[in-house]
């Protein structure tokens, strides 16, 4: 299957790549939060969107051609990146397409698949004539450095690269998880077996896809157009194509561990799926920590965003009982603490909390106003709620349960809808 390679051109290979981002999940497991928003448009780390980390990888690693699809209520996502992603200029041959389902192939079909999203935009992919496609998910949260991916692509011949985590036999069992032998050649793929094969030499670890795929644009787009013709199929990647591949050609794992971006600071190999209430609060939360294992600090590998011009965080009231202050917590531009006590939270810009009100552990998204006398603990409060004065919740489980959506660990989502029902 390799015949219908290219001459590979010199590295950098990400200055001949285009990076196409498949953004149009939902995101159900984070209910309401994408009730409005797509899972990629979910804000994330104060200032962010979660797409924002795939974008500034592919941004960071030097690649200049990029295009999001995108399909479940996308206006929120579509105008952040009109807002914040708008910077690419065509006359450095640099371009951003955002590539909403539109009906282009057929006026019955949207995307049906992560596959069949790529495929109905061939034309466009071949208008800028990348020699290499790296495709993304939209919504994950890691730093990674695609070039080395594309080195490896490139030295091994494969006819796709898979990027691959390392995760426990345990954990393995929610992933699609790659069979390798020694020299990383992915002999079987598995969609969340019950027991997963392990690493060669690694009795305990096993290697997950990411859903991060590098291929040769001339082979991918032939390998497109025969899945699209394939009636049985679903028009996946990592249902159909990968699997295919696995089978018919040479698949090759990439390891997360050789790309991933890390400063002085991280130790640790870092990727989250945000994909849940409980763990979209979990990696906010992480974030206060004193050295967390996400470095949002690092000015070589800045996470790019739309960033709205605010004032500076405000803090006011120095009495006894109405003293406005935040501890182990980011508080983003244009938030006003008013007499109010924060800590180990995150306040995403234009918050207003008001006097005599306590915050703990709590991811508070952009414009919240939160009235006086309010106890929050263990929650996630969606984008402009209005939280009226003296509403308690973290305290009672079968309160919160009965008004807001509580998960089973405790945390308390809570939006607008919600709070008029209150009323």
Known sequence: MG?????????????????????????????????????????????????DFALSNALNSGIRRIAVATQYKAHSLIRHMQRGWNFFRPERNESF???????????????????????????????????????????HVYKMDYEKMLQQHVESGADVTVGCLEATIEEATAFGVMHVDEHDRIMAFLEKPKNPP????????????????????KFLIEELRRDAADPNSAHDFGKDLIPYLVTNGKAVAHHFSRSCVRSREESTVYWRDVGTVDAYWQANLDLTEIVPELDLYDRQWPIWTFSEITPPGKFVHDIDGRRGFAVSSLISGGCIVSGSAISRSLLFTGCHVHSY???????????????????????????????????????????????????????VLITQ???????
């Open 357 to 411: 009100s306590t915050i703990h552990e709590a991811v508070i998204m952009p414009y919240v106003r939160v009235g006086q006398n309010c106890r929050l603990n263990k929650v996630v409060i969606d984008s402009s709620v209005q939280i009226p004065d003296g509403l308690v919740v973290g305290e009672d489980p079968e309160a919160d349960a009965r008004r807001f959506r509580r998960t089973e660990t405790g945390v």
């Open 97 to 139: 397409d955002v590539l909403p389902a539109s009906q282009r192939v057929s006026e019955t079909m949207w995307y049906l698949g992560t596959a069949d999203a790529v495929y109905q935009n061939i034309d466009i992919i071949e208008s800028y004539g990348p020699q290499y496609m790296v495709i993304l998910a939209g919504d």
């Open 417 to 423: 809808p919600m709070i008029d029902k209150l009323a």
């Open 198 to 217: 392990p690493m060669p030499g690694r009795t305990d670890v096993s290697l997950c896809s990411m859903g991060i795929y590098v291929f040769d644009t």
């Open 3 to 51: 015949d219908t390679k290219q001459a590979a051109p010199t590295a950098p290979f990400a200055r001949h790549a285009m990076a196409y981002v498949l953004a149009g999940g939902r995101g159900s497991r984070l209910m309401e939060l994408t009730d409005r928003r797509a899972k990629p448009a979910v804000y994330f780390g104060g200032k962010s969107r979660i797409i």
